[in-house]
C-alpha cells in the first residue's frame, strides 16, 4: 500500500500546485486574481517598445544622442498617465552600426523582450535586415533616419505587411534636393561616390536620375564609384571618383569611413578646387574633425556643403525647450526620434491594445487622419482615451504616412564652416510628392534657430 499512497500524494500535490498557478496573475508580482473581464493581457502589462539605434560603429557619432530623445517621449507619456492605463517601458539595444547585429538585437527584442513596437533602425541596411525580423513577429517598426528609397518599393510590394514607417522622407527627395543645390551652385559636372549599401546606392540612383533631368552630366555614371562599408583604405576608389575632372563630388558616405576616404582624396591632391557635397549619412558635428586638418591649421572640408532632413514641425518649439534643458547640443534626427517613439505609443492608445498589430493598424490614423491636430502628448493621449480621433503634429514635421510608410518633409541645406562647425544657410520645400523640389538661388546666413555658442546644431 505505500508505493501506491506515495503516488496519490504526489498527484495531490501537483494539482495543487497547478490550481494555485491558474489563480494567479502572472503580471502582478506577489498579486492575486485573474485579469479582469474585457481587459486584454497585453494592456494590464503595459505596452513595452525597443529602441534600435547605432550606439556605436560608423553610425554613432550620429546616431549616439537618439536614444536619449525616444526615452523622453516616454518619460513624457508616463508622466501624463501611461499608455492603456500602465506606464510605457522602454528596452534599449544596439546595433553596432552593422546589419547582422541589428538582425540579432531585433530578435531578442522581439522574440525576447516582446517589445510592440521598436524605434529604429538608423541605418537602411540595418534596417532592412531589422524590418523582415519585426514583419515576422508582427512588431511595428519605425525609423527616425533610414532613408533608402528601397523601403518604399519593398512597401508597395507588400513585403512589410503595414508594420514599417520612417519619420524621415525618403531618399527620393533629399536626390533632388542635392541635385537642384548642384545646379544653383552652377555644377554642370558632378561624380559620385558611395557606400555600398541599400542607403548608399539608393541615394546615388536617385541624385544621378535627378541631376541629369536638371541638365546635368555625371563623369562616373557608367561605372559607378562603390566602396566596401567595412573598408580601411580607398585610395583606388577614390582616384575613380576623382578622374573625370569633377566640379563637385556628391559623397555619399557615413562618417568613420567617409572621413578616411576625404582625407585620401585630399592627401592625393584629388579635392583641391573640387566642392564636396555631403546627404545626412555625413551630418555629424565630428564629421569636419574626423576628416582632419591641412598642415596650414584649415580644415580638409570646409566650404563642403550638404542636405540633411529638416525638423519644422509644430511641436518643434516645445521639444527643442525640452532638450536643451538637458544641456545637450541639437543634433540631426533627435525630432524625427521622438515622433517615431511618439507615433508607436499613441497608436498603442488609439487600438486600446498593446500589440504590434494594434498598432499597425491605428498608426497612419493617428499620424494624419481626419482627427483633430494636436501636438502635445499628453493632450493627444487625453483625446484617445474619449474616444476622439487625433492628427499628430509632430516636431519633425506633420509626419503624415502614406500607405508605404513614407512621409513627405523639408530638407535643410547646411555647409562647413572654417571653424569645423556645421552652419543650416537654407531650407528646401518640398512641394509634394514627386515634385523636384526648389532652392532659392541666394541663401540666407539667418539659422532658423540660435545656435549653442561653438556647437554645431541641427536648427529648427
Known amino acids: 500500500m505505500q508505493p501506491k499512497l506515495a503516488l496519490v500524494m504526489a498527484l495531490l500535490t501537483t494539482i495543487t500546485s497547478l490550481l494555485a498557478t491558474s489563480c494567479t496573475d502572472p503580471n502582478q508580482a506577489g498579486g492575486s486574481g485573474g485579469t479582469a473581464p474585457g481587459a486584454s493581457t497585453s494592456a494590464s502589462s503595459g505596452l513595452k517598445i525597443g529602441s534600435l539605434l547605432s550606439n556605436t560603429g560608423d553610425l554613432a557619432s550620429i546616431a549616439q544622442p537618439l536614444p536619449t530623445a525616444i526615452k523622453m517621449a516616454v518619460e513624457t ?7 492603456n492605463g500602465a506606464p510605457v517601458t522602454l528596452v534599449s539595444e544596439d546595433d553596432r552600426s552593422d546589419p ?6 531585433m530578435t531578442k527584442l522581439s522574440e ?14 540595418i534596417s532592412t535586415a531589422a524590418a523582415s525580423v519585426a514583419v515576422k513577429n508582427k512588431v511595428m517598426i519605425v525609423s527616425p533616419g533610414s532613408t533608402s528609397p528601397v523601403f518604399t518599393d519593398r ?12 519619420t524621415a522622407p525618403p531618399d527620393t527627395y533629399q536626390a533632388q534636393a542635392m541635385a537642384q543645390l548642384a545646379v544653383k551652385r552652377g555644377f554642370t559636372r558632378v561624380a559620385t561616390i558611395a557606400i555600398n549599401n541599400d542607403y548608399g546606392v539608393g541615394f546615388e540612383q536617385q541624385f544621378v536620375t535627378a541631376f541629369k533631368k536638371l541638365g546635368g552630366t555625371v563623369t562616373n555614371e557608367a561605372k559607378p564609384t562603390r566602396y566596401d562599408a567595412k573598408g580601411t583604405t580607398f585610395s583606388s576608389e577614390v582616384k575613380a571618383a576623382f578622374e573625370g575632372k569633377p566640379q563637385a563630388v556628391a559623397a ?9 576616404l576625404l582625407k585620401d582624396a585630399y592627401e592625393q591632391g584629388l579635392s583641391k578646387g573640387v566642392t564636396i557635397m555631403l546627404p545626412d549619412g555625413a551630418y555629424s558635428p565630428k564629421f569636419p574633425d574626423q576628416v582632419g586638418k591641412s598642415s596650414d ?6 566650404g563642403a556643403i550638404g542636405t540633411v532632413p529638416g525638423a519644422h514641425g509644430k511641436a518643434l518649439e516645445d521639444f527643442n525647450k525640452k532638450w536643451l534643458a538637458t544641456g545637450k547640443p541639437l543634433t540631426a534626427y533627435l525630432q524625427h526620434s521622438w515622433d517615431a517613439a511618439a507615433l508607436i505609443m499613441l497608436a498603442a492608445q488609439a487600438a486600446k491594445t498593446n500589440t504590434g498589430e494594434g498598432i499597425a493598424s491605428q498608426i497612419r490614423e493617428v499620424a494624419g487622419g481626419a482627427g483633430e491636430e494636436v ?3 499628453c493632450q493627444a493621449i487625453t483625446l484617445l482615451k474619449a474616444g476622439k480621433k487625433i492628427n499628430y503634429q509632430g516636431a519633425s514635421g506633420n509626419v503624415d504616412l502614406d500607405p508605404q510608410g513614407d512621409v513627405i518633409g523639408t530638407y535643410d541645406i547646411w555647409q562647413v564652416q572654417p571653424d569645423g562647425t556645421l552652419k543650416t544657410i537654407d531650407k528646401v520645400n518640398i512641394q509634394a510628392a514627386g515634385s523636384a523640389p526648389t532652392v532659392d538661388a541666394k541663401p540666407t546666413d539667418k539659422p532658423a ?5 561653438s556647437t554645431p546644431t541641427k536648427q529648427g
Open 449 to 453: 534657430m540660435k545656435p549653442l555658442p
Open 77 to 83: 507619456v508616463n508622466g501624463c498617465g501611461g499608455i
Open 297 to 302: 591649421g584649415k580644415f580638409i572640408i570646409d
Open 112 to 125: 525576447v523582450d516582446k517589445v510592440a513596437g521598436v524605434v529604429g533602425a538608423f541605418g537602411s541596411g
Open 375 to 377: 501636438s502635445d502628448l
Open 155 to 166: 512597401a508597395k510590394k507588400g513585403d512589410y505587411q503595414g508594420y514599417w514607417a520612417r
Open 252 to 260: 555619399i558616405v557615413y562618417p568613420d569611413t567617409g572621413s578616411i
Open 100 to 105: 547582422s547585429e541589428g538582425t540579432a538585437a
